[in-house]
């Protein structure tokens, strides 16, 4: 199979993560389509998509024309089976192992060509586990993307046990087609860029815990004294990422020790509901 714009592409998941690849898919020429077992993730999925795109327009980044052509590239559907003739299927629902893991033994069994590539967006689980669900894991592998999807230039590829090299090699053909530069990980919790993000996120909030310094100051410090965009607080509230990347840091710490062990304190934080910007509460009040 060559990778072209052409493919027959999916993306599993309509959530906020799975519904900004498809967008940046459809910015560049690719017809891609949305499968999600909600009618109503769906279409909400698609008003954020056109309202991102409303909000571009505002900005002169696309003329208005542009937008119906983007959304014009964009299908959805209910229906599992619709993966048949996938030539690449990517996978962006929850960050849960057997959840995943199910879902690639039912694409598996569904699509058809033995030369599809089969890709999961997860930003920390075992790639190897999760092709381990399948019968064919050379062509299973992580391609995490990184929020927002159409604008941040990284592709993260991760490589499996199992993983070939031409499955790498498409993937890099994939993401180029995207204008996106790919690094490669191994296979290990976090990777590469959310490894040196959870450490960096787990140590500041030692640096709290201990009295050292509050969050304003060490988000300041970050952007002022190295050159940061944002600070890990900021950017974690900005993401709404908190129960995400508590839950991602444990899992850290059970498979590569305490070092990524998050405090209690923002444990907490996550029980009282201050989850990020969205909820007006996160690390910081909205």
């Not at 993560?17 to 499968?35: C, P």
């Not at 056109?50 to 209910?78: A, M, P, V, Y």
């Not at 030369?115 to 999961?120: G, I, K, V, Y």
């Not at 070939?164 to 690094?183: C, F, H, Q, R």
């Amino acid at each position: 199979m060559k990778i072209t714009k052409d493919i027959n592409l999916y993306i599993l998941g309509a959530g906020k993560v799975g519904m900004s690849i498809v967008q940046a898919f459809a910015q560049k020429d690719f017809k891609v389509t949305a499968i999600d077992i909600s009618e109503n993730n769906l279409k909400a999925g698609l008003d954020k998509i056109q309202n991102n795109l409303d909000h571009l327009i505002g900005k002169g980044k696309f003329e208005k024309d542009q937008k119906e052509l983007i959304l014009g590239r964009i299908n959805q559907s209910t229906n599992f089976d619709d993966l048949s003739n996938a030539d690449v299927v990517i996978e962006a629902v929850f960050e849960d192992i057997d959840l995943k893991k199910n879902l690639f033994k039912q694409i598996d069994n569904c699509v058809i060509s033995k030369e599809a590539l089969l890709l999961t967006n997860t930003s920390s689980l075992s790639i190897s586990a999760i092709a381990s669900a399948t019968k064919r894991p050379g062509s299973v592998a992580g391609m995490h993307f990184f929020n927002p999807v159409p604008a941040m230039k990284l592709v993260e590829i991760v490589r499996g046990v199992e993983t070939s090299d031409d499955t790498v090699e498409k993937i890099k053909e994939l993401a180029g087609l995207l204008n996106k530069t790919a690094i490669i990980s191994k296979d290990s919790p976090g990777f590469i860029v959310n490894r040196l993000l959870n450490a960096l996120f787990v140590e500041a909030c030692r640096i709290v815990e201990e009295g050292v310094g509050t969050p304003c100051d060490i988000d300041t410090g970050l952007k002022l004294g190295l050159g940061h965009p944002n600070g890990p607080f900021e950017l974690i509230d900005n993401l709404d990422a908190i129960p995400l990347i508590i839950e991602v840091c444990e899992h850290m710490s059970q498979e590569l020790g305490s070092r990524f062990k998050p405090p209690v304190w923002i444990k907490n934080y996550e029980k009282a509901g201050r989850t990020g910007k969205s909820s007006g509460k996160g690390i910081y009040k909205y």
